[in-house]
């Protein structure tokens, strides 16, 4: 007996040295990349559902008008009342990131997200509906934030840009869902009952971030590439303010600011909302292809994000290839936007170059991170988030505006019918945003894909 308790004690002794010595094995070894990608990947799920909201209007533009009977200009301001929040929220956001960590960040607006969700799809009113929006907007704007500052503590700093780009892709997955298979779900279930469902899917993955997700490789045991006490320590209000500014007076920080809201806004404000109903309206297009067409636009743009930050990352630069992909982007825009009647295929093709050019915008976060001391990630990167998103923010109704002053009083069963140079009028505010884009790129200070502060 003696021998026998004396061999359970050896035992657990030798269990309690294997123990130890596998933990000390993990604090001096960077995580696995596979537990990387699967933490991070909760986090791409919040941005996937996130992008989805944000262009679910482009395919329930005609029940949506006729459900709160609206024009263009109300309903550009409804799709709008999502930006409204995301761009308010951006640098709080990075803060919080800063100061929470991500997971509780995520968590708490995927929660609120999902009740946002409930409230548009129960909406009895415009109001009731865009409030709803407003909720979605301000929740999901921590998705892509949250995200990177998970990437930036998970993933060594070469894969920075890449995996930006594979978020990227991620959401626009989630864009391509509100394209054609949305836009099914819209016509046999309705889209309330749709967007209830949404609400469900939204709440798993509430769920799943906090039970999954980890700020640190620390609280998984392993030695991570930032240092877990900065990542979960606090700042006080005046550290809060003085990284703001301090973060403002990088001319990169300013310029990039601009330059990514001009791309984003031609593809969301194209993509998410117009682009439909001008497919429609001035090539014939039944609004499934019409959709169709949109998604694969899309596709295109999550595919040209992991492709130019993965090429940025390998040459060692950011500026020429963003400049490339801008001129891409503002020449393939111009051409869909101001020569109308191109025969499909070519439609489809230039669709196709303005939808993956566009991916070069994914180059701004690991330019701006680059530009800024690395304790400013999450602040600078919400600086960076803000300025994209005001293109769409800012374009969207800018564009209904036109369109109703621009309106001759066709109607087609209480909707509103606009003619091309009603669109063309309201799309040369775009083209001029992302021309604005291209030149001041020339002016940024490139940082050869090495931490300048």
């Known amino acids: 007996m003696t021998q026998f308790s004396q061999g359970i004690s050896l035992w657990g002794s030798q269990k309690t040295a294997n123990d130890e010595t596998v933990t000390a094995h993990n604090k001096s070894t960077a995580p696995?990349?596979?537990?990387?990608?699967?933490?991070?990947?909760?986090?791409?799920?919040?941005?996937?559902?996130?992008f989805f909201l944000?262009?679910?209007?482009?395919?329930?533009?005609?029940?949506?008008?006729?459900?709160?009977?609206?024009?263009?200009?109300?309903?550009?301001?409804?799709?709008?009342?999502?930006?409204?929040?995301?761009?308010?929220?951006?640098?709080?956001?990075?803060?919080?990131?800063?100061?929470?960590?991500p997971r509780r960040l995520l968590t708490t607006g995927a929660f609120i997200a999902g009740t946002g969700i409930l409230m548009f799809a129960l909406a009895p009113s415009f109001l009731w509906a865009s409030f709803g929006r407003f909720l979605i907007g301000g929740s999901v704007?921590?998705?892509?934030?949250?995200?990177?500052?998970?990437?930036?503590?998970?993933?060594?700093?070469?894969?920075?840009?890449?995996?930006?780009?594979?978020?990227?892709?991620?959401?626009?997955?989630?864009?391509v869902f509100a394209g054609t298979p949305l836009r099914l779900c819209v016509v046999a279930f309705g889209w309330r009952h749709t967007m209830l469902a949404s609400a469900g899917v939204t709440f798993a993955i509430c769920a799943g971030i906090w039970?999954?997700?980890?700020?640190?490789?620390?609280?998984?045991?392993?030695?991570?590439?930032?240092?877990a006490a900065t990542t979960a320590g606090t700042k006080s209000r005046k550290q809060i303010i003085s990284g703001i500014i301090e973060v403002l007076r990088y001319p990169n920080t300013w310029l990039l600011f601009v330059i990514p809201g001009g791309i984003v806004g031609c593809v969301l404000t194209f993509g998410g909302l117009w682009g439909v109903p001008y497919l429609s309206t001035h090539y014939g297009l039944p609004t499934a292809q019409a959709a169709g067409l949109n998604s694969a636009m899309l596709v295109a743009w999550a595919v040209g994000g992991p492709v130019f930050g993965g090429i940025s990352d390998r040459i060692g630069r950011r500026k020429p290839l963003y400049i490339l992909g801008c001129l891409l982007a503002v020449t393939a825009w111009a051409i869909i936007l101001f020569l109308p009647g191109l025969p499909l295929p070519l439609l489809v093709t230039v669709?196709?170059?303005?939808?993956?050019?566009?991916?070069?915008?994914?180059?701004?976060?690991?330019?701006?991170?680059?530009?800024?001391?690395?304790?400013?990630?999450?602040?600078?990167?919400?600086?960076?988030?803000?300025?994209?998103m005001m293109g769409p923010t800012l374009l969207q109704p800018v564009v209904g505006w036109m369109l109703d002053r621009s309106w001759r009083g066709d109607l087609v069963d209480r909707i509103r019918i606009y003619n091309i140079t009603a669109y063309q009028t309201g799309f040369i505010f775009m083209i001029v945003w992302a021309v604005l884009s291209f030149i001041l790129l020339f002016f940024t200070r490139e940082t050869y894909c090495r931490q300048q502060g």
């Not at 696995?32 to 996130?50: E, K, M, Q, S, T």
């Not at 395919?59 to 930006?83: D, H, K, P, R, W």
């Not at 780009?165 to 989630?174: P, W």
Request: net charge neutral; glycine share 12%; with cysteine.
């Open 141 to 175: 704007a921590v998705a892509f934030v949250g995200t990177l500052k998970l990437a930036g503590e998970w993933f060594p700093a070469g894969f920075f840009s890449t995996v930006s780009g594979v978020a990227l892709f991620f959401g626009i997955v989630g864009a």
């Open 351 to 388: 669709l196709l170059i303005a939808g993956f050019s566009s991916g070069c915008m994914i180059i701004s976060f690991a330019f701006a991170k680059e530009s800024v001391p690395t304790r400013l990630s999450g602040t600078v990167n919400g600086v960076i988030n803000m300025g994209i």
């Open 211 to 227: 039970l999954m997700v980890r700020d640190h490789p620390a609280e998984k045991g392993y030695a991570g590439y930032t240092n």
């Open 32 to 50: 696995p990349l596979r537990l990387a990608w699967a933490i991070w990947g909760w986090g791409a799920a919040l941005y996937l559902v996130g």
């Open 54 to 101: 944000r262009v679910t209007p482009a395919v329930m533009t005609a029940e949506l008008m006729q459900t709160f009977n609206i024009s263009a200009t109300a309903l550009g301001n409804l799709s709008a009342f999502y930006f409204y929040s995301y761009v308010a929220m951006q640098i709080p956001t990075g803060i919080l990131a800063d100061i929470w960590g």
